[in-house]
């Protein structure tokens, strides 16, 4: 009996705490102190990092309400409102270093943009190479140039070239580079690169070679210093052992054991991504979980032999004294990120109920992880990796106590138990995907339907195979390099089958789509639907929650209806840095996309994949129905590899022109896989209409190869398809790259009869060799929009084409400065808006009539 007990308890163990779920079987306490506390932290913080500034304020809030706590607490009175209301305060201001604009005047913000500096300072982190190149956090201590030398603080985002010395955490280095603010992209819906890298405390980046980084490595290292050096010879020596097997078995063995990712290729996380699996290559609970089961069946193993802890019914209790130390060990080991902090955590909390000899409550653990991960860091609320760790535990800990869910019973044969095992472990994957496919929605813009059925294979064969026989490695490597090899060729065969399974199922037509982006109301919504039909027991409030889910969904269902097919025209001008790329949205919601941006290796940045698709996302679009690509070069075109992946896409205009170019070769390859319509140039309509918008294809002419060799300056970028777009009263001028010779030849064709626009997208970024006088002259254009990128290498726009579009009377609109430009209209009347709150006008929304 009493080891049919002790089986059943390790395998509580392994099913709860290895997705720190409950098995509280008095089910939640919602009231209990640590959850409104820690809800109160969680929403001082978020206060604090979407209105900062208000500091001194709160601050006074806060001595008030503590003068009224500590009467009260002499009194003896019992309070409810007001404690929370101090820890709201509390974490309002814990945020607000983050977020502060009133830096310290010596501050490495203040010195940025001012040519070339000599940076002394401390390696704050563990280097990471990423191709030719090395990237790591530098603490700042001191700023020479020239003759002046001036100490600092804060720290720079170092990326530093080949040669590069060896470089560990905690080195002391001088390099030489550019300093430069943090700058991001600024699209309606996208990523806040700025805010991100404020939220680890970087307010400036620096790019060096290498050969100009000296290196004085620390005296003492730190011991986050040697437990790097440790990571990495476990690291170089799996290499070693592996070397037979794939590296992508072994970069996976690292990532499970080490928490070391940065050797997993990006097509393999999409493959893991895909199949819903990707929770696997991060280490949480699933990982510390079943160290703690692992560990805490050994101990009892060899614990149950000795008769005075047997006598005392101490061997539970010593057991998971012995395990704390394995845990937070192999959290360490892992690189202690915020899902492995929190898994720890929670897992440590409930190996302390076998000293106290109380139930687990998971509720107030799980409370009592944030507020401690939050009381130390603060910022780490903002991190998606974090939303989406406690998202998943908390769904998975509330639909454990849903009537939905089969628990297994300990009586029942074991084939019956594995069968339940096996519901259990799929209903766990989808409480879990019910809990952050929201979240992963708004995020990454996918959703992985096949989630749960890849897990009945992954979970059970990392949790049992690869992840103890990986630990196991690492732990006798030491004293035989044989027992280590073999443990790792086990984990690593383990591995194989598991990329052949998740490969397989990846690739399923169904198996995940590119979705939407939902908005805060309609996450919220969300919850409250499942919250509905599952958690609530009382009909009146279940009818209630049922009720506001329809009344407001269908209010905003119908405010997205009437904005996608309203009659009127909105284009966006895309920030996409160096590059062009223009949505826009027709009346009755047909969709256009004048080309994509891009960079010239996607590897680094993929523009579809990061901005263009979070943008399609937040205007709930899905279909385009018409991409229009001016030329193939790589900052037109790369950025719509992606999105002939992962959209629906009527049809293609381009000029069809060839260039010897991977991404032009990908571009063909797509379109013909997908089976989009692609016309050839001289069979495109020369005007066309869409829900009352014309489009007037007014270049190159339609023989423009056969032209090329009477014509040498008809080069890719003079080849550009120039557009005119009209809508009632109001037209736009689509121009790609053309250069002055195309710019004389559309005036003598054309004349300023038809190329006379309303808004100019300016030829070529504003390069000097374009935008000529007697064109602009024919366009006279009111608007003139600028496609570029910050502190660009070329130097665009260049300062003689901004004097000349000033001269014709055009306002100047910069993508660099205002980040994406808004042009709305009715045809009768435009508006403009900028992303950007303060662009170069001191409005940021200006209305004119034709």
Request: aromatic share 8%; glycine share 8%; charged share 15%.
């Amino acid at each position: 009996m009493y080891r049919k007990q002790r089986i059943y308890t390790l395998e509580r163990l392994i099913m709860a705490s290895a997705i720190l779920g409950s098995q509280a079987e008095d089910g939640p306490h919602f009231l209990r102190p640590l959850i409104p506390m820690a809800l109160a932290f969680v929403g001082g913080i978020g206060a604090g990092s979407h209105l900062p500034g208000h500091a001194v304020w709160v601050s006074a809030v806060a001595v008030v309400l503590a003068g009224i706590l500590a009467a009260c607490i002499l009194k003896k009175r019992t309070l409810v409102v007001l404690p929370l209301a101090f820890v709201f305060c509390c974490g309002y201001l814990a945020i607000h270093p983050w977020f502060r604009k009133d830096l310290p005047a010596d501050h490495v913000a203040h010195f940025v943009d001012q040519g070339q500096w000599r940076v002394a300072g401390t390696v704050l982190d563990c280097p990471k190479r990423e191709g030719r190149r090395t990237k790591f956090i530098l603490g700042a201590e001191r700023l020479s140039q020239g003759t002046q030398s001036a100490p600092v603080s804060g720290r720079i985002a170092v990326t530093a070239g080949a040669p590069l010395p060896v470089i560990q955490r905690g080195d002391r280095l001088t390099l030489q580079g550019r300093l430069r603010a943090v700058h991001s992209f600024c699209n309606p819906g996208g990523f806040d690169y700025k805010r991100f890298m404020a939220l680890q405390g970087i307010r400036a980046r620096l790019y060096t070679q290498g050969k100009t980084v000296q290196v004085s490595p620390a005296p003492n290292a730190p011991w986050r210093n040697r437990l790097d050096m440790l990571r990495q010879g476990i690291g170089r020596r799996m290499d070693k052992i592996l070397s037979a097997h794939s590296k992508n078995s072994t970069h996976l063995l690292k990532a499970l054991t080490l928490g070391d990712r940065s050797g997993i290729p990006d097509h393999l996380r999409d493959t893991f991504s895909r199949a819903g699996a990707s929770h696997i290559l991060a280490i949480s609970g699933l990982h510390v979980g079943m160290v703690a089961a692992a560990t805490l069946g050994f101990f009892r193993f060899v614990l149950v032999w000795l008769p005075p802890l047997r006598r005392r019914a101490w061997v539970k209790r010593c057991a998971a004294a012995l395990c704390v130390p394995a845990v937070a060990g192999y959290a360490l080991l892992a690189g202690l990120s915020p899902a492995t902090q929190r898994a720890a955590i929670m897992v440590m909390l409930f190996l302390l109920t076998f000293w106290i000899g109380r139930r687990s409550d998971w509720a107030n653990i799980l409370a009592f992880a944030a507020l401690l991960m939050l009381t130390v860091s603060p910022a780490m609320l903002n991190t998606v990796s974090f939303q989406l760790s406690f998202a998943a535990v908390l769904a998975i800990f509330l639909g454990m106590h849903s009537p939905l869910f089969v628990r297994p019973d300990p009586q029942r044969s074991m084939r019956r138990r594995l069968c339940l095992y096996g519901v259990t472990l799929m209903c766990i994957s989808i409480w879990a995907v019910v809990g952050t496919g929201p979240l992963v929605m708004r995020y990454f813009n996918q959703m992985a339907w096949i989630g749960p059925i890849t897990n009945l294979q992954v979970v059970p064969m990392v949790g049992l195979v690869v992840l103890p026989a990986g630990l196991l490695g690492i732990l006798v490597s030491p004293v035989s390099e044989t027992c280590a090899a073999l443990c790792w060729h086990v984990a690593a065969y383990g591995l194989d089958i598991t990329q052949w399974w998740v490969a397989t199922l990846a690739w399923l037509p169904f198996a995940a789509s590119t979705t939407v982006t939902p908005t805060w109301l309609e996450m919220g919504l969300f919850y409250l639907l499942v919250a509905s039909l599952v958690f609530w027991k009382k009909r009146p409030v279940r009818i209630a929650g049922l009720c506001i889910v329809l009344l407001v969904g269908g209010l905003d269902a119908a405010y997205w209806v009437h904005r996608r097919h309203a009659p009127r025209l909105r284009v966006t001008a895309v920030d996409v840095g160096q590059g062009s790329a223009n949505l826009l949205q027709l009346p009755g919601g047909f969709t256009v996309l004048v080309d994509g941006g891009g960079f010239s290796d996607n590897s680094s940045f993929d523009v579809g994949r990061s901005v263009l698709t979070p943008l399609l996302g937040r205007h709930k679009i899905r279909t385009i129905d018409l991409i229009m690509l001016t030329h193939p070069n790589s900052d037109h075109l790369n950025g719509l590899l992606y999105l002939l992946d992962h959209f629906t896409v009527g049809q293609i205009w381009s000029n069809h022109e060839p260039v010897d170019t991977l991404g032009y070769r990908k571009w063909r390859t797509k379109i013909a896989a997908h089976g989009i319509a692609h016309r050839r140039f001289d069979r495109l309509p020369v005007d066309a209409e869409f829900n009352g918008v014309r489009f007037h294809i007014l270049g190159p002419p339609r023989n423009f190869m056969q032209l090329q060799a009477k014509a040498p300056w008809r080069d890719t970028n003079n080849n550009s398809l120039v557009v005119r777009v009209s809508y009632g009263n109001i037209s736009l001028l689509f121009t790609g790259d053309i250069e002055a010779h195309m710019e004389m030849d559309l005036v003598a064709r054309h004349g300023a009869g038809r190329l006379g626009s309303t808004i100019l997208m300016v030829p070529h970024h504003g390069s000097r060799s374009s935008s000529s006088r007697p064109f602009l002259e024919a366009v006279r254009p009111a608007e003139a929009i600028v496609s570029a990128g910050w502190q660009n290498y070329y130097h665009f726009p260049h300062r003689v084409v901004l004097q000349r579009l000033s001269a014709i009377g055009a306002r100047i609109w910069r993508t660099d400065q205002c980040g994406a430009i808004l042009i709305e209209s009715d045809g009768a009347a435009y508006k403009i808006q900028t992303c950007r709150k303060y662009c170069h006008e001191p409005i940021t929304a200006i209305e004119h009539n034709n």
